[in-house]
C-alpha cells in the first residue's frame, strides 16, 4: 500500500508561492485587468505578478496607466498576500472560518513567521492581522487629503493604494500619466508630510512581525526585548542613519536644506525593499550606486515584509568578524552566544545572495548588452526585492526578464527555503568523516 507523502512546511510555502503568482498572471492576462482592453502576453504579466507577489515593484508597464482598475486591485491583493505570507493569509480564512488550526498547521505557521516556537503562534497571527490591518487605513486616511485634493475623488483609491503597496515594501505607485510615465513619488520630493508617513509605513512593515510584538509587550523596556528585536532594531537604525548622512553630504549637497534632508532620508529608507523612489538613481554617481546595492542586498528583517538577506544575517555576519578578530571562540551579540549554526546560515545565504546577484547580472548584460553595473543594480534590486531602478526593466528581453523573475522569486521565498524544500526528507546519516586542519586567509 502506498503511503501518501506529505508536503514539508518548506514545500508548502514555496508551491504556494508559486500558486499565487501563477494565478495572479492569469488574471492580469485577461482584457478586463488592462486599461485599453487587451489581452497581456503571458510573458508581462508573469513578470508583473511575481513582481507583485514577491512585493518587489520592478515593472514593464507604468502601473497607473497601462492596468485598469481590476489590474490594480489585482496587483494589490497580491501585494498584501506576497507581504504578509501565504501561509498568513490562509490562516486567515481558518480563523474568520472558525477552523482548528492544527499542529501542522501551526509549524507551518511559525516557519512562514519566523517565529522561534510554536507556542501561542496563532495568537501572533491574529495580532498580525489586526496591526496590518488598522496600519494600512491609518496610513490611507492620512494620505487621502493630499491625494484627494492633487487627484480628486481617484485620490481615495490611490491613498489605499501607496498605503498597502508601502507596508508591504512593494514599491508599486499610481503616479504615471500617459506623458510622464514611471514617475514613483518624484513629484512628493519637497512633501514633508507623505514623505514622512511612507517612510513610516516602510519602516514598520520592515522590522518584522516579532519584532512589534516585543514592541507591545515591553513598550519602552528595551533590555527586555528579545536578541532577534535589539538586532534588529539597532541594525536597522544603523542602516538608516550612516547612509543618509553620507547622501547628505554627497549626492544631495546642492539641494535647499529641507528637500536635502528629505530626499537623503529618503532614498536610505526606500531602499530597504520598498522601491518607491523621490530622487533619480540613474543620475547617481558610482559610488553612491554602490552604497545603494548594498543596502538593497541587506534588505528588511527577518519575519517582515521586506526582502534581502535580512538586517539579522548583516548583524551575525559582523560580529562574527569581530569574534575572529579578537581571539574569541563564540560570536556574541547584546552579551548573547549565537549559535554556530546561525552563522553557518548567514554565510550561505550571504554567499547565495552574492553569486546570484552577479551571475544574473552577468547574464543581463551579455543577453541585451546592457552596462554590467546598471545590469548588476537591475539584479541587486530584483533579488533584494526592491523594485529599484536605473530605468531599463521596460526595455529588457525575455531571457533577462526571466533572469529578474528567477531572483524576485528567490529573494522573497528565501533561499534556503528553496534548498530546504529541494532536499527535504528522512534524516542523512550523522557519521562524521576525519577531521584535517587547513589554513585559510
Known amino acids: ?69 481590476f489590474g490594480q486591485a489585482v496587483i494589490l491583493i497580491l501585494i498584501q498576500i506576497g507581504g504578509l505570507g501565504v501561509v498568513t493569509m490562509a490562516a486567515m480564512f481558518s480563523l474568520l472560518s472558525g477552523k482548528k488550526i492544527s499542529l501542522m498547521q501551526r509549524s507551518t505557521m511559525q516557519e512562514a513567521l519566523s517565529a522561534h516556537q510554536v507556542g501561542g503562534i496563532v495568537k501572533l497571527t491574529r495580532f498580525i492581522l489586526i496591526a496590518t490591518g488598522a496600519i494600512e487605513v491609518t496610513g490611507a486616511l492620512l494620505m487621502m487629503p493630499s491625494f484627494i485634493s492633487r487627484f480628486g475623488p481617484r485620490g481615495i483609491w490611490m491613498a489605499f493604494f501607496h498605503s498597502i503597496s508601502a507596508f508591504c515594501n512593494a514599491g508599486f505607485d499610481l503616479m504615471g500619466t500617459p506623458d510622464s510615465k514611471y514617475q514613483s513619488l518624484t513629484s512628493f520630493a519637497s512633501d514633508p508630510y507623505i514623505n514622512i508617513i511612507v517612510m513610516l509605513l516602510i519602516t514598520i512593515g520592515g522590522i518584522g512581525f516579532l519584532t512589534w510584538n516585543d514592541m507591545r509587550t515591553y513598550k519602552f523596556k528595551f533590555a527586555k526585548y528579545s536578541l532577534q528585536s535589539k538586532i534588529v532594531l539597532v541594525t536597522s537604525a544603523c542602516l538608516v542613519v550612516i547612509p543618509a548622512i553620507y547622501f547628505f553630504f554627497t549626492e544631495y549637497a546642492a539641494e535647499p536644506m529641507g528637500r536635502r534632508i528629505l530626499l537623503s532620508l ?149 533561499g534556503l527555503t528553496i534548498i530546504f524544500s529541494a532536499f527535504s526528507g528522512p534524516a542523512r546519516n550523522l557519521s562524521k568523516p576525519p577531521l584535517e586542519k587547513i589554513t585559510v586567509g
Not at 16 to 32: D, N, Q, S, T, Y
Not at 374 to 382: D, I, V
Open 1 to 69: 500500500m502506498a503511503v501518501k507523502k506529505r508536503l514539508s512546511t518548506f514545500q508548502t510555502i514555496l508551491l504556494g508561492f508559486a500558486a499565487l503568482v501563477l494565478l495572479g498572471a492569469l488574471l492580469l492576462m485577461l482584457p478586463i485587468s488592462s486599461a485599453e482592453g487587451v489581452v497581456t502576453p503571458f510573458d508581462e504579466a508573469f513578470f508583473t505578478a511575481t513582481s507583485a507577489g514577491c512585493v518587489t515593484g520592478l515593472v514593464v508597464h507604468d502601473t497607473a496607466t497601462y492596468w485598469s482598475y
Open 266 to 414: 529618503f532614498q536610505t529608507v526606500t531602499t530597504r525593499t520598498a522601491g518607491f523612489n523621490t530622487g533619480d538613481f540613474g543620475a547617481m554617481r558610482g559610488a553612491s550606486l554602490g552604497l545603494v546595492m548594498a543596502l538593497m542586498l541587506v534588505g528588511g528583517s527577518t519575519g517582515s515584509t521586506a526582502g534581502g538577506m535580512k538586517t539579522t544575517t548583516l548583524a551575525v555576519l559582523i560580529a562574527n568578524v569581530f569574534s575572529v578578530f579578537s581571539r574569541k571562540e563564540d560570536t556574541q551579540l547584546f552579551g548573547r552566544r549565537i549559535d554556530s549554526g546561525i552563522v553557518r546560515n548567514a554565510a550561505t545565504i550571504l554567499m547565495m545572495y552574492i553569486t546570484l546577484f552577479f551571475t544574473g547580472a552577468v547574464v543581463i548584460s551579455l543577453a541585451d548588452g546592457i552596462p554590467f553595473v546598471k545590469a548588476l543594480f537591475e539584479t541587486a534590486s530584483a533579488v533584494g526585492t526592491v523594485g529599484l531602478t536605473v530605468g531599463i526593466t521596460p526595455e529588457l528581453g525575455l531571457i533577462s526578464r526571466a533572469v529578474l523573475v528567477v531572483l524576485m522569486f528567490l529573494g522573497r521565498v528565501g
